[in-house]
């Protein structure tokens, strides 16, 4: 009797999520997007980022790519790598203060990035792309949210452009962000040998000489002691008498 008591409780309990699930759509996936790949990177640094573009239609295929740079934090230096297939658009715009890159001042920055397809070089659905490009000097900021629309071969256009919400909560649309840290300060060289005082050296010299000179002195002693020794041995030989045959 327990068993089944059981039994029919748990499947109310599915019964109850599937109507919720059906319902509130609890457990439907999240939505895939555009992203920025590493997410994170250090105020002042160059790094090499990806923009992941997966395929959410069912029917059509991603043929362009359309990133925009934001205003408020322009980079001096922006270069792409080749994505077989597809080819890029480099827009760029003026900018007052200029940007120093290497000791330059740049009056233009670039603003937008395009890539479009070409021939079966489309990301089809079930598949993703990633498009490599390197970026610095990185801006003094906590954040850079690239706004990117994403066009399919049927026409309709994917609008990644809302920026994150106070609150944590991930919008419906949500532009690719890039989360900027401080650099860490740099450290002054540890282990330096620390200087000697003045006289160190003067005192130790004294004490080498002063170890130089009775070394000198002992030596010489020893010298002449064996001098002396080596004569007498000479002349108690000379006055010997010799053995008569």
Do not use: C
Request: without cysteine.
């Amino acid at each position: 009797m327990i068993r089944h008591r059981r039994t029919a409780s748990a499947a109310a309990a599915l019964a109850l999520g599937a109507v919720a699930t059906a319902v509130l759509g609890f457990a439907a996936p999240a939505s895939a997007h555009v992203t920025v790949n590493p997410q994170e990177a250090t105020q002042g640094g160059y790094s090499r980022f990806a923009f992941r573009v997966p395929n959410e239609s069912d029917t059509a295929s991603t043929t362009k790519l359309e990133v925009v740079l934001p205003e408020n934090a322009p980079i001096g230096s922006v270069s792409t790598m080749p994505v077989p297939g597809w080819t890029v658009a480099v827009e760029k715009r003026k900018v007052d203060p200029p940007v120093e890159v290497h000791g330059s001042q740049l009056s233009e920055v670039v603003s937008k990035l395009t890539w479009t397809a070409t021939g079966s070089a489309a990301v089809k659905p079930g598949q993703f792309q990633e498009f490599p490009v390197s970026m610095g000097p990185l801006p003094q900021v906590e954040t850079m949210v690239f706004k990117t629309l994403q066009t399919y071969s049927d026409g309709n256009v994917q609008r990644w452009i809302e920026e994150p919400l106070p609150g944590g909560e991930e919008p419906e649309n949500p532009a690719p962000v890039l989360t900027l840290t401080a650099a860490s300060p740099s450290t002054a060289p540890t282990g330096a040998a620390a200087p000697q005082a003045a006289g160190d050296d003067d005192d130790d010299d004294a004490g080498s000489d002063d170890v130089a000179t009775g070394l000198a002195v002992a030596g010489l002693v020893a010298g002449v002691g064996g001098l002396l020794l080596g004569g007498l041995a000479f002349s108690r030989t000379r006055r010997a008498p010799t053995s008569q045959e």
